[in-house]
């Protein structure tokens, strides 16, 4: 079992930064893929960025060159670093802890969100 609380979100301006932070509890963080998804009111959850045991890394095309996902493994946490910020970053934030990919349905664990808005 992986227990997952996010943290970081909040609010911002247009072009702002933000770090939003992960941290697991077990054991077996390392073994597992980490993801960010979001979602954003009226609209489905979409895949953000994931970071795999060995660290490689995936991003949606929405967010290459804005946003950086990493992890530190002895801390059990996972970071996503985002700058140049937009208003349609606007969004619930979610990690999530499962296999390397893309989709929701790939993934095992979810915390339970962090607010992140962007005023124009």
């Known amino acids: 079992q992986v227990q997952l609380v996010e943290s970081g979100g909040g609010l911002v301006q247009a072009g702002d930064s933000l770090r939003l932070s992960c941290t697991a509890s077990?054991?077996?963080?390392?073994?597992?893929?980490m993801g960010w998804f979001r979602q954003a009111p009226g609209k489905e959850r979409e895949f953000v960025a994931a970071i795999s045991w060995s660290g490689s890394l995936r991003y949606a095309d929405s967010v290459k060159g804005r946003f950086t996902i990493s992890r530190d493994n002895a801390k059990n946490t996972v970071y996503l670093q985002m700058i140049s910020l937009k208003p349609e970053d606007t969004a619930v934030y979610y990690c999530?802890?499962?296999?390397?990919?893309?989709?929701?349905?790939?993934?095992?664990?979810w915390g339970q969100g962090t607010q992140v808005t962007v005023s124009s």
């Open positions: 999530a802890a499962g296999r390397y990919g893309n989709r929701s349905d790939e993934y095992k664990y």
């Open positions: 077990g054991r077996t963080f390392s073994r597992y893929t």
